[in-house]
């Protein structure tokens, strides 16, 4: 999990300790967190979109 993971990629959040599991997007930044790298996905909801910041170690490609 986690290779391959840049900007623009279309993910989904696959981490069993992730809150947001299942929760697919597409990558809008990676950046340094708390707990190593963390990647800043733009999910679409039905009125508008959303940003949530998961571990980069919880996702996969789609």
Same mark, same amino acid.
């Given at each position: 999990?986690?290779? &391959?993971?840049? /900007?623009?990629?279309? @993910?989904? *959040?696959?981490? *069993?300790?992730? /809150? =947001?599991?299942? /929760? =697919? &997007?597409? *990558? !809008? /930044? #990676?950046?340094? &967190?708390?707990?190593? !790298? =963390?990647?800043?996905? @733009? #999910?679409?909801? *039905?009125?508008?979109?959303? =940003? @949530?910041? #998961?571990? #980069? $170690?919880?996702? $996969? %490609? %789609?």
């Amino acid at each position: 999990m986690g290779d &391959g993971i840049a /900007t623009g990629v279309m @993910v989904r *959040v696959t981490g *069993v300790s992730s /809150t =947001e599991r299942g /929760t =697919e &997007g597409i *990558v !809008k /930044t #990676v950046r340094p &967190g708390w707990a190593g !790298k =963390e990647a800043v996905l @733009v #999910v679409a909801g *039905v009125l508008r979109s959303r =940003e @949530v910041a #998961v571990p #980069v $170690s919880d996702l $996969s %490609k %789609k």
